[in-house]
């Protein structure tokens, strides 16, 4: 796409108003188990994103049988030692995920798996914020983000503060620690970066790794107007990513980075099939790679609400699956997840 004004790189409040100017969609196989491996919930300045508003989405349709909440630096303790700050976030999320087990917000399990943020520079001193972690996750914690998302663009909008986190030999130290515990790293870079989680793969083979969002394809600031030359870098950096077999994908979370639909200026939302069309190239190539036994379907919710409503987004993801065979969508919507973070789920 080219270049426009809109805000890329930055989450903002969705648009409600907005959203409600799109057409009507019924739920595209509707009995289909989809664990979303993929969430936040948070309490902004701008906005509120808790079990209230994200139960009024599952409720909406599609049948999701349970959901994986990730690190988005919510309701960390605002003092005691820094290391331990981000255990904040697990002891807020478990205890969402208690009221979702009550049954009074629907039959999802909202939370059944909690990724939080421990710092794996501390290297085998991240071992107590691992332990503090696991207790406050009421049996929920299932690993760590600590995103390694860099670029030398200003315009593009970083989650680290320099590049090479995942080739630190003390990041790799931390990671040790985490393997450990069977606790899984949610690896998040953008597309130049992916040889340092393949690096980080090779390095640490009992470790294992979810990478986050396709491989974070981008699609703004440097990158705009340069779509074939990127996809190309990313298609072959992907494959070679999905050459280590201690490597998973989400599939998802595009909406914000890859910028292939202009959510800031359109009129209104996509309909499912025009997001299915711009976000198919990704997804299919990543299924091919990895196979759909390491994929997981994501919903990125709140951050892709910016463009697309909760049905229409789940309906173009099943619109790109729809070649699938049942077994191939029963792995790539719920089964992938449920494996990967270890939850104890019926579907």
Known sequence: MSASPTPFGRVRAPNDAWLARAAAEDVLEPDL??????????????????????????GSGHR????????????????????????????????????????????????AGIVGFADLTLGDAVEPVLAAHLRAGGG????????????????????????????????????????????????????????????????VPQARLILGHCGGPLGY????????????????????????PNVVVKLGGMMMRLAAFDYGTAPAPPRSEQLAALWRPWIETCIEAFGPDRCLFESNFPVEKMGIGWVPLWNALKRIAAGASAAEKRAMFAATAAREYRLDVAF
């Open 33 to 58: 188990p989809i664990v979303d491996a993929h969430h936040h919930l948070w309490q902004r300045p701008d906005h509120r994103y808790l079990i209230h508003e994200f139960a009024a989405e599952l």
């Open 64 to 111: 999701t049988v349970a959901t994986v909440f990730l690190q988005c630096h919510a309701m960390y303790r605002a003092g005691g030692p820094e290391a331990l700050r981000p255990v904040g976030e697990t002891e807020f999320v478990a205890g969402i995920a208690a009221m979702s087990r009550s049954g009074q917000y629907g039959p999802t399990r909202i939370a």
């Open 140 to 203: 929920r914690f299932r690993g760590v983000r600590h995103s390694g998302n860099f670029d030398a663009d200003p315009v593009i909008g970083n989650g680290a503060a320099a590049p090479g986190l995942y080739l630190r030999e003390d990041f790799r130290a931390g990671l040790r620690r985490l393997a450990a515990h069977d606790l899984s790293l949610d690896a998040w870079v953008f597309h130049p970066q992916l040889h340092e989680v393949t690096a980080l793969a090779r390095a």
């Open 221 to 244: 600031g440097r990158y705009s107007g340069r779509g074939d030359e990127v996809f190309a870098a990313w298609k072959r950096a992907i494959a070679e990513v999905a050459t280590c």
